[in-house]
């Protein structure tokens, strides 16, 4: 919120007065002990290998950046 708040205005107490803002926001607070319960979702296992693969990249390390591949079904590794 201060993020996007200081991207469109500047003043000396933005901080502050942001968060003050948000600790008296009666909507805020009506929600705040009661946030809304997200259903989870679980991946299925896949039935074969490389039918679900799973992709990042890792780095950097040693000055190069690696892309990283996983099959779900095998949990093989590929760099």
Do not use: Q
Not at 6 to 12: A, E, P, Y
Not at 51 to 69: N, S, T
Request: hydrophobic share 45%; net charge negative; aromatic share 16%.
């Amino acid at each position: 919120m201060k993020a996007i708040a200081r991207s469109f205005v500047v003043w000396t107490s933005i901080d502050r007065d942001i968060e003050d803002t948000a600790k008296n926001c009666i909507h805020c607070a009506e929600i705040k002990t009661d946030p809304h319960k997200v259903k989870v979702h679980y991946w299925e296992y896949p039935s074969k290998p490389w039918e679900r693969i799973h992709i990042d990249f890792a780095g950097p390390m040693f000055g190069y950046m690696f892309l990283v591949i996983v099959d779900a079904h095998s949990k093989w590794l590929e760099w």
